[in-house]
Nanobody, 127 residues
Framework: QVQLVESGGGSVQAGGSLTLHCATS????????MGWARQAPGKDRELLAG????????YYADSVKGRFTISRDNAKKTVYLQMDSLKPEDTAVYYC????????????????????WGRGTQVTVSS
């Protein structure tokens, strides 16, 4: 079982940037697809980005496409979310997630397919 710990959240002004980190332990990181999601108060958790186990394929929600970039370093067992051009509506708790896949098949573009979740890190964007 993999454990996920997010870091890098904080407060930033609109137009600014942040990079979130998700450090993992346990499990076999190179076999997990990874993703980032967020949840704002009173709203459902939203999947923002996903990346294949080898980093060759990615998925982005329309709300962040062109502004956020997901990447991973399998040697460091870490996944990143680079967030640029931040908006006040990006304010939320951001979560890292891992999908172990099934017989080599992954669906990292679906929030329901993720098996493990971190505890989240707060991102606040002020206008």
């Amino acid at each position: 079982q993999v454990q996920l710990v997010e870091s890098g959240g904080g407060s930033v002004q609109a137009g600014g940037s942040l990079t979130l980190h998700c450090a993992t332990s346990g499990g076999t990181f190179q076999y997990y697809a990874m993703g980032w999601a967020r949840q704002a108060p009173g709203k459902d958790r939203e999947l923002l980005a996903g990346i294949s186990y080898n980093g060759r394929s990615t998925y982005y929600a329309d709300s962040v496409k062109g502004r956020f970039t997901i990447s991973r370093d399998n040697a460091k067992k870490t996944v990143y979310l680079q967030m640029d051009s931040l908006k006040p509506e990006d304010t939320a708790v951001y979560y890292c997630a891992a999908e172990q896949g099934n017989s080599g098949k992954y669906h990292y573009d679906s929030i329901y397919e993720y098996d493990y979740w971190g505890r989240g890190t707060q991102v606040t964007v002020s206008s």
